[in-house]
Nanobody, 125 residues
Framework: QVQLVESGGGSVQAGGSLTLSCAASGDTQSTVYMQWFRQAPGKEREGVASIEIRSGITYYADSVKGRFTISQDNPKNTVYLQMNSLRPEDTAMYYC??????????????????WGQGTQVTVSS
């Protein structure tokens, strides 16, 4: 198993930036994919960015492409989500998630087996 703790959320105005962090512990050596997904009240989960840990290949939802960047710091077992040019529609609870699966046909599918408690991001217009 892996435990995930997110931090870095907050309230910003449209056009601003935030960086989310996800600290992983436990069986991190078995982690193949890490993901950030979000969920706003009354809406379905949306996978916004994923990264294959060993290759560093990244994937982004069209809604955030060019504005968000997922990255990793392997020695620290930490994954980041740099969010720029934030919009009110980015307002949601953001979760970090992990998967041990050796292959995912859709790395942005927001139903990984492990996720944290989430961190709130609120963007005002």
């Amino acid at each position: 198993q892996v435990q995930l703790v997110e931090s870095g959320g907050g309230s910003v105005q449209a056009g601003g930036s935030l960086t989310l962090s996800c600290a992983a512990s436990g069986d991190t050596q078995s982690t193949v994919y890490m993901q950030w997904f979000r969920q706003a009240p009354g809406k379905e989960r949306e996978g916004v960015a994923s990264i294959e840990i060993r290759s560093g290949i990244t994937y982004y939802a069209d809604s955030v492409k060019g504005r968000f960047t997922i990255s990793q710091d392997n020695p620290k077992n930490t994954v980041y989500l740099q969010m720029n040019s934030l919009r009110p529609e980015d307002t949601a609870m953001y979760y970090c998630a992990a998967d041990f699966a050796s292959y995912r046909r859709n790395p942005l599918d927001p139903y990984f087996p492990y996720w944290g408690q989430g961190t709130q991001v609120t963007v005002s217009s």
